[in-house]
């Protein structure tokens, strides 16, 4: 078994939770899928009792400063050490920056929803290591583990079904946001891939999952995101469409595969749409927060990233979504 980072790994739901071999699986096997997915919502929130809560009030932080510097002068960071439990950020007011719910699927899961991946190999978009190319191609650099042993493979696949052309090759060289609204949508060109439409239907049950979880710990968010998959079918020109049905409340999903990613923000987000980073359920305020994926050992990594453009919930139509 491939061995990944807790923080940055990709897992999946299973039909059943079990701590022992056999434990659970009758009582979740009584269960429609909807209900199942409510237990298991219902389990992981129990598990959150933990808050963590800053000196920041969110909306100031969010506001430009002149010199990046004084982020930290104002809004100093807190000295939690490593965090291992379960947790939720918040800032002064309570309103949430960060959802961590460390280890809540078995080990074999793991494994599991690794292995849907193995045939993305040959579709991932690789970079050399090159500053400059890795930049460009990528807005911000990223690693390979280029050992000649990765099983899944090394790369970074951007999977939409709602973007906008311009802004996907002006984000990737620019790392700006310029769409207009009169812009059209299109779904990436990789949803055209068979590999990447069968790995849409693997993961669907596994993204139903997070999706509840979501409903529960940021509903406006989740709102929103509904909202914006039922919105897409009048705004997208892409034609055919991808028959396959979009699996997560999230409009873009990003597979990143043994690479690091240096600290950064999001640059196309609003900074009231969390990211998700499945399997440990990880949503972070990425437009405020520095985040990265740091250099590891040994193993394999495996990321999905979850995320929002606001410029297409904007030419949808759609309002963003309050701090929970």
Same mark, same amino acid.
């Given at each position: 078994?491939?061995?990944?980072?807790?923080?940055?790994?990709?897992?999946?739901?299973?039909?059943?939770?079990?701590?022992?071999?056999?434990?659970?699986?009758?009582?979740? @096997?009584?269960? *429609?899928?909807?209900? +199942?997915?409510?237990?298991? &919502?219902? %389990?992981?929130? $129990?598990?959150?009792?933990?808050?963590?809560?800053?000196?920041?009030?969110?909306?100031?932080?969010?506001?430009?400063?002149?010199?990046?510097?004084?982020?930290?002068?104002?809004?100093?960071?807190?000295?939690?050490?490593?965090?291992?439990?379960?947790?939720?950020?918040?800032?002064?007011?309570?309103?949430?920056?960060?959802?961590?719910?460390?280890?809540?699927?078995?080990?074999?899961?793991?494994?599991?929803?690794?292995?849907?991946?193995?045939?993305?190999?040959?579709?991932?978009?690789?970079?050399?290591?090159?500053?400059?190319?890795?930049?460009?191609?990528?807005?911000?650099?990223?690693?390979?583990?280029?050992?000649?042993? @990765?099983?899944? *493979?090394?790369?970074? +696949?951007?999977?939409?079904? &709602?973007? %906008?052309?311009? $802004?996907?090759?002006?984000?990737?060289?620019?790392?700006?946001?310029?769409?207009?609204?009169?812009?059209?949508?299109?779904?990436?060109?990789?949803?055209?891939?068979?590999?990447?439409?069968?790995?849409?239907?693997?993961?669907?049950?596994?993204?139903?999952?997070?999706?509840?979880?979501?409903?529960?710990?940021?509903?406006?968010?989740?709102?929103?995101?509904?909202?914006?998959?039922?919105?897409?079918?009048?705004?997208?020109?892409?034609?055919?469409?991808?028959?396959?049905?979009?699996?997560?409340?999230?409009?873009?999903?990003?597979?990143?595969?043994?690479?690091?990613?240096?600290?950064?923000?999001?640059?196309?987000?609003?900074?009231?749409?969390?990211?998700?980073?499945?399997?440990?359920?990880?949503?972070?305020?990425?437009?405020?927060?520095?985040?990265?994926?740091?250099?590891?050992?040994?193993?394999?990594?495996?990321?999905?990233?979850?995320?929002?453009?606001?410029?297409?919930?904007?030419?949808?139509?759609?309002?963003?979504?309050?701090?929970?």
């Amino acid at each position: 078994m491939s061995e990944m980072a807790a923080d940055y790994l990709m897992v999946g739901c299973c039909p059943f939770i079990y701590s022992a071999p056999g434990q659970y699986v009758v009582f979740m @096997e009584g269960l *429609g899928q909807h209900s +199942l997915f409510l237990v298991l &919502a219902d %389990f992981v929130c $129990a598990c959150c009792a933990g808050e963590d809560v800053t000196e920041w009030d969110i909306d100031r932080f969010a506001e430009p400063m002149r010199n990046v510097a004084d982020k930290t002068k104002y809004f100093p960071y807190p000295q939690w050490g490593h965090i291992s439990d379960p947790v939720t950020v918040l800032d002064v007011h309570g309103r949430v920056l960060v959802w961590y719910l460390p280890g809540i699927i078995p080990p074999a899961r793991v494994e599991h929803l690794s292995e849907i991946h193995i045939p993305l190999k040959d579709s991932l978009v690789k970079c050399s290591k090159t500053g400059g190319q890795s930049k460009r191609r990528f807005g911000h650099k990223h690693v390979p583990e280029e050992d000649g042993n @990765e099983k899944f *493979g090394h790369g970074r +696949l951007m999977n939409s079904p &709602a973007i %906008f052309q311009q $802004a996907h090759m002006e984000y990737f060289w620019r790392l700006i946001d310029p769409q207009r609204l009169e812009d059209q949508v299109y779904e990436s060109s990789s949803l055209k891939k068979p590999a990447v439409r069968q790995w849409l239907r693997d993961i669907t049950y596994a993204g139903d999952f997070w999706n509840t979880i979501a409903e529960i710990v940021l509903p406006d968010l989740a709102q929103v995101g509904k909202e914006a998959i039922s919105a897409k079918q009048h705004w997208v020109t892409t034609q055919p469409p991808c028959p396959v049905r979009w699996p997560s409340i999230y409009l873009g999903i990003d597979v990143i595969v043994n690479r690091e990613t240096p600290p950064h923000q999001d640059q196309a987000s609003a900074p009231s749409l969390l990211d998700l980073i499945p399997g440990t359920m990880v949503f972070l305020a990425g437009k405020l927060l520095t985040h990265s994926v740091p250099k590891w050992e040994k193993g394999e990594r495996i990321a999905l990233a979850h995320y929002v453009k606001d410029a297409i919930h904007n030419r949808f139509g759609l309002a963003r979504p309050m701090f929970t």
